[in-house]
């Protein structure tokens, strides 16, 4: 039975690794490049309500909404040039975290045990940008297959050379956020699958073609419904059956929230289980020993 994994950030962070947007929003490269009214908002109104202003591809889908109701060239000026930012600040900061002398890597975690376990027959693609086998010190490994771009770590660039800053990560937000009513285009550059890189691997059909999919740490957030969409429609119309669906999440709070993210999608979690598929939670806070993932880690 062919199985694909599908690591999301809430992998990285259970790998022990700071690359939550929360950390990003409270770094000094997000305050240095703050140079927008909507990064000021981030920064300012993040100690207020965190859980609204860390997820920052949200609120740029939030206000893309609106400027498209909205127009104006102040709008346009804030959302862009504030996107044009955040990839830059994005950028810098992601290598500079996770630089070997300044990581603590988590050997107790489940993810640290998902890297050790030996894999012959799983596809692994990843929505992170980072190199988990590299940082994690199983540099013989084969690297999950990036879905948003990658950068090189610090220490494989040649010395003596300024270090090139990443310009090809993905950052943004979904194309079901268009309003197909709406002339607007201007801001359509920050949609995911208007980037020239997207979907230059075999994701979404490996997807499809797979019998056992492994979601660890991804949220299901409506900013990555392109690539999910017709995957979920298809099992919710029975076009798809018989598929062993795992979410690897940290409790069963965090299991509530890929839930919520799975309605926003239009996607019903109580009518997914009707269907001729099987849905199955693994918490990562119940430890390597966690008999349900044990037996997970056979499917690799």
């Not at 206000?63 to 810098?92: C, H, R, T, V």
């Not at 008999?291 to 997970?296: G, N, Q, S, V």
């Amino acid at each position: 039975m062919r199985t694909i994994v599908i690591l999301g950030n809430g992998f990285d962070i259970d790998l022990g690794l700071n690359t939550k947007f929360e950390n990003f929003i409270s770094s000094t490269h997000f305050i240095k490049y703050s140079f927008t009214p909507l990064m000021n908002d981030i920064r300012d109104n993040y100690q207020k309500d965190k859980r609204r202003w860390c997820d920052i591809e949200q609120i740029f889908r939030d206000l893309f909404i609106y400027y498209q109701n909205n127009p104006s060239q102040d709008l346009f000026e804030n959302i862009n040039n504030s996107w044009l930012m955040i990839n830059k600040a994005w950028g810098i900061y992601l290598p500079e975290i996770t630089e070997l002398d300044k990581i603590k890597i988590k050997k107790t975690s489940c993810a640290y045990k998902f890297l050790e376990y030996p894999k012959s027959k799983s596809l692994c693609y990843t929505f992170n940008y980072t190199s988990p086998y590299y940082l994690a010190g199983f540099k013989d490994k084969e690297e999950p297959t990036p879905i948003h771009g990658w950068f090189e770590p610090r220490e494989q660039t040649n010395k003596g050379f300024m270090y090139r800053i990443p310009d090809e990560l993905i950052i943004g937000i979904d194309s079901n956020a268009i309003n197909p009513n709406c002339k607007s285009v201007e801001l359509n550059h920050i949609v995911k699958k208007n980037h020239p890189r997207y979907g230059e691997n075999n994701f979404i059909n490996d997807l499809f073609c797979s019998d056992n999919i492994i979601i660890y740490g991804h949220s299901m957030g409506i900013t990555d419904s392109d690539y999910f969409y017709d995957f979920f429609t298809a099992l919710k119309n029975g076009i798809l059956s018989h598929k062993n669906i795992f979410f690897v999440t940290y409790n069963q709070t965090s299991m509530l929230d890929i839930e919520k993210n799975l309605e926003q999608m239009g996607f019903s979690i109580n009518e997914l289980k009707q269907t001729e598929n099987k849905f199955s939670s693994i918490y990562t806070a119940d430890g390597q020993s966690n008999p349900k993932f044990i037996d997970l880690l056979t499917l690799l």
